[in-house]
């Protein structure tokens, strides 16, 4: 990590990106690494080193991402679904921010669709959710594809097609 007075400055070093992150988040981003290097082998303790970073730093955009992909493969939906939210709702105005967005949109409508069963109100929130990931992000193909299954799964095959004709144009 470089270090800088502020919080989110990057720079292309030999046409790499380089992110300076403020000294005062070194903590939380510490964490957040320790989280990930126990992913594969302790899921919890990866989630209890992901809350420990949210703790020092409630908006760690990669952390809420985790926590909340972890959660889910663990069978908390509600609590997956508080995560992607939050992380959702956060604005910071970047490009980057845009996928990031996008793919917790994306992450709430596939766990709301896990839910859904038959449920036509629900199918809409889900498909309510896989709009808002493409609005954030056009390019978010896993929206396009998942977009297109739930259409498809509601007899809305010629929006389904649509929706994964757009998946393979990129």
């Known amino acids: 990590l470089a270090l800088s007075s502020t919080p989110t400055l990057s720079r292309r070093i030999n046409n790499e990106e380089v992110k300076y992150v403020a000294e005062e988040d070194i ?4 964490k957040f690494n320790e989280g990930v ?5 302790s899921p919890s303790a ?3 080193a992901y809350e420990a970073a949210l703790l020092m730093k409630p908006d760690l ?3 809420l991402l985790n926590l909340g992909n972890l959660k889910d493969r663990s069978g908390d939906a509600e609590g997956a679904l508080q995560c992607f939210k939050k992380l959702y709702d956060i604005e910071d105005g970047s490009g980057e921010y845009n996928t990031i967005r996008a793919s917790a949109a994306n992450n709430v409508g596939h766990t709301l669709h896990k839910q859904a069963g038959k449920d036509l109100l629900k199918m809409g929130e889900v498909l309510d959710w896989y709009e808002r990931a493409i609005v954030a992000d056009p390019t978010h193909v896993d929206a396009r594809y ?3 299954k ?3 799964e509601l007899g ?3 929006e389904a097609a ?3 004709k757009k998946v393979l144009e990129g």
């Not at 903590?27 to 510490?30: A, V």
């Open 46 to 48: 990866a989630m209890a």
């Open 156 to 158: 809305r095959t010629a």
């Open 27 to 30: 903590p939380s981003y510490l």
């Open 61 to 63: 955009t990669e952390a």
């Open 150 to 152: 739930v259409l498809q």
């Open 37 to 41: 290097a126990l992913e594969a082998q």
């Open 146 to 148: 998942n977009m297109g």
């Open 162 to 164: 649509e929706s994964y």
